[in-house]
């Protein structure tokens, strides 16, 4: 593929991820889902454009979805939780395998609401305690990192459930 062409294709691809997630930028619910992009030289004279899609976990923990894509040979790679790295040729292949990521993106931040939940109560934190701390993530300056009314009322739902599996009462 002549370099205009693979241009071309990085540009495209660009430009779809950006449309792709233009619902869900800056939202809470996407922990303040946006995209990143850097340039590498790898030192072999392939250079690597990285465009990462970063958001936030409840609490402020980043996480991102990875494109990268090599200028020489023209494909791209995505790191896949169950298939490692895996080289893609197109654009609309790239878009289909990140697609149901970034719409997990909320599923992801319950589970790791759930995860704090369970830290908080196996610690020893009170219930009243697991309330506060809900609290104050809902009220956090960070904006992915801050939790919305629904997901602080499934956490306090899940809350319950746990102490209940637990066989502790609420206190």
Request: include cysteine; charged fraction near 25%.
């Amino acid at each position: 593929m002549a370099s205009t062409e693979q241009d071309a294709e990085l540009q495209t691809l660009c430009t779809r991820l950006q449309e792709c997630i233009a619902t869900y930028a800056g939202r809470v619910e996407y922990g303040n889902l946006r995209s990143r992009i850097s340039n590498w030289d790898c030192g072999d004279g392939d250079p690597v454009t990285n465009i990462a899609l970063v958001y936030e976990t409840p609490g402020g923990s980043t996480d991102q979805i990875n494109i990268s894509y090599y200028h020489d040979s023209g494909k791209f790679t995505v790191i896949d939780a169950e298939h490692g790295e895996v080289t893609i040729e197109t654009v609309e292949a790239v878009l289909d395998s990140i697609r149901p990521r970034i719409s997990g993106i909320p599923q992801k931040r319950l589970e790791t609401l759930y995860a704090e939940v369970r830290r908080e109560l196996d610690s020893g934190t009170s219930t009243a305690g697991v309330v506060g701390h809900l609290n104050r993530m809902m009220q956090s300056s960070l904006l992915g990192g801050t939790i919305t009314h629904l997901e602080l009322r499934d956490a306090m739902t899940y809350t319950v459930k746990y102490m209940k599996e637990k066989g502790t009462t609420v206190s």
